[in-house]
């Protein structure tokens, strides 16, 4: 009975690594598997990477001097040298209201004739007018808020010229952590590296059942002792390999090109890489094995993970603030739990109160789909 269960173990091993040495070869051979795996999350992290910011930079603003005067001539100045604007000045508005109309401005700052007037006349507040393009509403709120504090520091510089030394009543000192420079592209990009495995985690696996299906090969698999379990698993392993191999390139461009700070480690960066991985390639293989079409698998593959991964992991959009429906169906999406990880791991560390709960529920969904997956997955020709 023990020498049974020993060739069978045996059996099953060998029959597995000839399936597994069949995948890879595949994949090999097939220049659509190293295109999903190396070009496209290039393309894509360069795309994320120089397209999507939520920096404020060069904002295009019109200045409009109605009153010419030195003290004028000077505010106008300060915006001017500010590097959030890209500034026009005009001596009237309507210079510039065409402009504004276009979107080429996306705000005007009019000083009015009796600005200087007022400015040195005591108890008189002199008023300066902001005029915003409400149509982005974002834009619209930073080109008020840069305006308000380049007004602010040009009083206090103005102040200090004439001798007067203004003290206010309360200091203010801003500490960032872990994003000090306040650049958006460092976590932008930490999560899009999320975004991109999601695609290319269920997009690399989501053609493989099917195109079995549609070649008839997986009629020959049926045939064979290989079990369900089996022609899973010697499928799984050549593109997790795949799969992690892209995560590294993609990786190596964030630190490298984009000079990301990675503060984590090599290790932790590699559980929770695998952990999502295999929720994404179990997602394309229960996609595969439901359609058993290719067009259909590809098409079932984008939607179902770019738009969610995007959406609803916290990229981008704040989930705290979506309505509470919604927020429920955020917990199912993987890439929420991996672009957490990926930002914790670039900006912060390994901090693995954090990180530890995220990788196991990704293990947990990885299972479910799985699961899935072998309970659709047909273990003899019907």
């Known amino acids: 009975m023990t020498a049974q269960k020993t060739h069978f173990k045996a059996g099953r091993a060998r029959r597995l690594k000839a399936l597994i040495i069949k995948e890879s070869l595949q994949v090999v051979r097939d220049p659509s598997s190293i295109l999903i795996a190396f070009v496209l999350p290039l393309i894509l992290l360069f795309l994320f990477g120089y397209g999507v910011s939520l920096d404020a930079r060069q904002v295009r603003l019109g200045v409009v001097l109605e009153d010419t005067s030195p003290e004028a001539r000077r505010l106008a100045a300060a915006f001017q040298a500010t590097p959030f604007f890209d500034v026009r000045t005009a001596l009237a508005r309507r210079a510039l209201e065409p402009d504004l109309v276009s979107g080429r401005l996306r705000g005007m700052v009019i000083i009015p004739q009796n600005f200087t007037r007022d400015l040195l006349t005591p108890g008189v507040t002199a008023r300066i007018q902001v005029v915003t393009d409400g149509s982005e509403t974002n834009t619209a709120n930073y080109v008020a808020n840069y305006a308000e504090g380049t007004l602010a520091t040009w009083l206090i510089q103005e102040a200090r010229l004439a001798g007067r030394d203004i003290a206010p009543a309360v200091n203010l000192v801003a500490r960032f952590f872990y994003n000090s420079e306040l650049d958006s592209r460092n976590s932008l990009v930490p999560g899009s590296l999320a975004i991109i495995m999601a695609i290319i985690g269920t997009l690399l696996t989501a053609l493989v059942v099917a195109r ?6 997986m009629e020959a698999l049926l045939a064979t002792p290989l079990s369900a379990l089996e022609i899973v698993f010697g499928k799984l392993v050549p593109y997790f390999v795949l799969g992690m191999a892209s995560m590294a390139v993609c990786t190596a461009v964030a630190f490298f090109l984009y000079g990301i700070p990675f503060r984590g480690s090599l290790p932790a960066l590699a559980i929770a890489s695998a952990a999502f991985l295999l929720a994404a390639l179990g997602q394309g293989f229960l996609i595969s094995t439901v359609t058993r079409n290719q067009f259909l698998a590809s ?37 929420r739990y991996f672009v957490t990880d990926l930002q914790t791991l670039f900006l912060t560390g390994d901090v693995w109160s954090l990180m530890g709960p995220n990788v196991l529920i990704l293990i947990g969904l990885a299972g479910l789909l799985f699961a899935l997956t072998l309970k659709k997955t047909p273990n003899r020709l019907e």
């Open 212 to 217: 079995e299906w549609e070649r008839g090969t």
């Open 299 to 335: 098409q079932a593959a984008l939607v179902s993970a770019f738009l969610p991964a995007f959406i609803l992991s916290g990229f981008v959009f704040e989930i705290a603030s979506m309505p509470w429906i919604i927020r429920q169906l955020a917990q199912i999406i993987p890439a």
